[in-house]
């Protein structure tokens, strides 16, 4: 059976990303961003923008690529909008990363200048320019007309769990594709309040800081220190968030706290990042029982969102693979294929294939290197198309919706079998009620074996094996158990299994 294509849609455009602030006159005495514990309104975001696109035009700034040194603070959200209305695409610099990775992203992407607002290194090969906001001018006429025309809107390097980072390039035709979607699908509306849980260098950030000021809405940025999984919790009790993109993580990390909170704001609930389980989305709604609950998926290669389910009590765990609720359908305009280890088209539904992507989202390669081994050429109907291959691997089911079956490099050869990492963490999970991870290291021998991480609790390694052994091959057990207070995290909020390795 030929798998379908995603029907084009004309998407409707009375909004996108570079519509923010189209329409500021219309609320520019409402709250824009909270940062730092204080209010700012559009009309000083809009100030502030103003200033910061008028001091690159005196400099005659025409790069662009315009590196950003980013915290969690008001000025970061001012400079990123400012570098996107002047026209050039933005490369997010965590202030607190360490020096190696800021220089390996200045060397790799290039950009033409560096933004910050502290004075920058005298060693940098790139210019810098420092911004500070002090006596900032009052400025009659607010439309910015951009200096610069780039097809880029950022660059953002991945967190580097699986080797070298690598530079992806989100367009502004597709992030504004992206928009167009979440402004038809979501009812996002200038009341709503956004939460901001995510660095600057992970794409979801993109969604949490625009879409509120698409709308009118007021985007909330987390406290700079503390626990950042309660921070986050305390925020959207606090601030009443009503719309939230979370890692799934979060649960597992705050579900003793949620029992006790009251969430009736939250009306939008979205996870995205990595697998969202069933019993762990079900616990939430216990606490935010107003807020429906949708698991997006999407490789920063194909600009944020590539496909939605929203959570349905009845279906969901029918339509879930390993307790993991389904991905969804592709959203519009894109078209996907399932392909196997010769890289062939899989015809016939659940059957588990790589899914590969392609449309306005997809980026065509990464900055300065060509990874041959990410894009498929495919010819259908005589024509040549290029997909993103996401090394996610899935099955389509009678439904049309992805089942998320596992990644394509968590599929590994243990004693001659073929091994999904995910049904073992599934059934860990399910004894256990931890969060755990299982990777794969080699002994002094050579051989692979399975080690499997988890979070300590009154559960007996003994009994855990021994139950295990009822429900999978003895090749599937983990030949070791080690638990720990807390798992490494990178900076995106996603378990580190590189870090478990190499421990």
Same mark, same amino acid.
């Given at each position: 059976?030929?798998?379908?294509?995603?029907?084009?849609?004309?998407? +409707?455009?009375?909004?996108?990303?570079?519509?923010?602030?189209?329409?500021?006159?219309?609320?520019?005495?409402?709250?824009?961003?909270?940062?730092?514990?204080?209010?700012?309104?559009?009309?000083?975001?809009?100030?502030? !923008?103003?200033?910061?696109?008028?001091?690159?035009?005196?400099?005659?700034?025409?790069?662009?690529?315009?590196?950003?040194?980013?915290?969690?603070?008001?000025?970061?959200? $001012?400079?990123?909008? $400012?570098?996107?209305?002047?026209?050039?695409?933005?490369?997010?610099?965590?202030?607190?990363?360490?020096?190696?990775?800021?220089?390996?992203?200045?060397?790799?992407?290039?950009?033409?200048?560096?933004?910050?607002?502290?004075?920058?290194?005298?060693?940098?090969? !790139?210019?810098?320019?420092?911004?500070?906001?002090?006596?900032?001018?009052?400025?009659?006429?607010?439309?910015?007309?951009? +200096?610069?025309?780039?097809?880029?809107?950022?660059?953002?390097?991945?967190? *580097?769990?699986?080797?070298?980072?690598?530079?992806?390039?989100?367009?502004?035709?597709?992030?504004?594709?992206?928009?167009?979607?979440?402004?038809?699908?979501?009812?996002?509306?200038?009341?709503?309040? =956004? %939460?901001?849980?995510?660095?600057?260098?992970?794409?979801?950030?993109?969604?949490? %800081?625009?879409?509120?000021?698409?709308?009118?809405?007021?985007?909330?940025?987390?406290?700079?220190?503390?626990?950042?999984?309660?921070?986050?919790?305390?925020?959207?009790?606090?601030?009443? !968030?009503?719309?939230?993109?979370?890692?799934?993580?979060?649960?597992?990390?705050?579900?003793?706290?949620?029992? +006790?909170?009251?969430?009736?704001?939250?009306?939008?609930?979205?996870?995205?990042?990595?697998?969202?389980?069933?019993?762990?989305?079900?616990?939430?709604?216990?606490?935010?029982?107003?807020?429906?609950? =949708?698991?997006?998926?999407?490789?920063?290669?194909? #600009?944020?969102?590539?496909?939605?389910?929203?959570?349905?009590?009845?279906?969901?765990?029918?339509?879930?693979?390993?307790?993991?609720?389904?991905?969804?359908?592709?959203?519009?305009?894109?078209?996907?294929?399932?392909?196997?280890?010769?890289?062939?088209?899989?015809?016939?539904?659940?059957?588990?294939?790589?899914?590969?992507?392609? *449309?306005?989202?997809?980026?065509?390669?990464?900055?300065?290197?060509?990874?041959?081994?990410?894009?498929?050429?495919?010819?259908?109907?005589?024509?040549?198309?290029?997909?993103?291959? #996401?090394?996610?691997?899935?099955?389509?089911?009678?439904?049309?919706?992805?089942?998320?079956?596992?990644?394509?490099?968590?599929?590994?050869?243990?004693?001659?079998?073929?091994?999904?990492?995910?049904?073992?963490?599934?059934?860990?999970?399910?004894? #256990?009620?931890?969060?755990? $991870?299982?990777?794969?290291?080699?002994?002094?021998?050579?051989?692979?074996?399975?080690?499997?991480?988890?979070?300590?609790?009154?559960?007996?390694?003994?009994?855990?094996?021994?139950?295990?052994?009822?429900?999978?091959?003895?090749?599937? !057990?983990?030949?070791? =158990?080690?638990?720990?207070?807390?798992?490494?995290?990178? #900076?995106?909020?996603?378990?580190?299994?590189?870090?478990?390795?190499?421990?």
């Amino acid at each position: 059976m030929d798998q379908p294509k995603c029907v084009k849609k004309t998407l +409707s455009t009375r909004r996108s990303y570079r519509h923010v602030f189209a329409k500021a006159d219309e609320y520019l005495e409402r709250n824009a961003v909270y940062a730092e514990g204080n209010y700012y309104s559009y009309r000083t975001l809009n100030r502030h !923008i103003k200033y910061i696109c008028e001091t690159l035009k005196s400099n005659d700034v025409r790069a662009k690529r315009i590196a950003i040194v980013c915290s969690d603070d008001f000025w970061t959200v $001012a400079t990123i909008c $400012a570098v996107l209305k002047y026209g050039a695409a933005y490369i997010p610099i965590l202030k607190e990363s360490p020096e190696e990775r800021k220089n390996y992203i200045i060397k790799d992407a290039r950009p033409g200048l560096i933004l910050s607002p502290d004075s920058a290194s005298d060693s940098s090969p !790139i210019p810098s320019l420092q911004i500070q906001f002090e006596n900032i001018p009052e400025f009659k006429d607010v439309e910015i007309a951009p +200096s610069v025309d780039h097809s880029e809107a950022c660059i953002l390097y991945t967190s *580097g769990s699986t080797g070298t980072p690598k530079g992806v390039p989100m367009t502004k035709a597709g992030i504004d594709h992206c928009f167009e979607w979440l402004f038809d699908y979501f009812d996002f509306n200038e009341n709503d309040r =956004f %939460l901001q849980p995510f660095r600057w260098t992970f794409d979801i950030s993109i969604f949490s %800081l625009l879409a509120p000021l698409s709308v009118g809405a007021c985007c909330y940025l987390l406290p700079q220190k503390g626990v950042r999984s309660l921070i986050i919790l305390d925020s959207l009790i606090k601030h009443r !968030i009503t719309v939230v993109c979370l890692v799934p993580s979060i649960i597992s990390l705050t579900q003793k706290y949620l029992p +006790s909170l009251e969430g009736n704001a939250l009306r939008i609930s979205i996870f995205g990042g990595e697998a969202l389980y069933i019993d762990m989305a079900e616990l939430w709604k216990k606490t935010f029982q107003n807020a429906t609950v =949708f698991n997006i998926y999407g490789p920063s290669e194909t #600009t944020i969102f590539i496909s939605c389910y929203e959570l349905n009590k009845q279906n969901s765990p029918i339509e879930s693979c390993n307790n993991i609720i389904s991905l969804g359908r592709v959203i519009p305009n894109h078209n996907f294929i399932l392909i196997d280890d010769q890289k062939e088209t899989i015809q016939d539904k659940m059957t588990t294939g790589e899914l590969c992507i392609n *449309g306005p989202q997809a980026i065509p390669n990464y900055i300065n290197h060509i990874h041959k081994d990410r894009f498929l050429e495919v010819v259908r109907e005589g024509n040549k198309e290029i997909f993103f291959r #996401t090394g996610d691997l899935v099955q389509l089911n009678d439904n049309d919706n992805l089942l998320f079956i596992g990644r394509n490099d968590e599929q590994v050869q243990i004693q001659g079998h073929r091994v999904e990492l995910k049904e073992i963490e599934f059934h860990i999970k399910k004894r #256990t009620g931890s969060e755990n $991870a299982v990777v794969v290291k080699e002994n002094k021998a050579g051989e692979k074996v399975l080690i499997a991480y988890a979070i300590k609790s009154h559960w007996s390694e003994k009994r855990l094996r021994r139950d295990l052994q009822e429900h999978l091959p003895p090749y599937m !057990i983990p030949r070791q =158990f080690v638990l720990m207070d807390v798992l490494p995290r990178n #900076t995106n909020g996603k378990v580190d299994k590189k870090t478990l390795k190499e421990l």
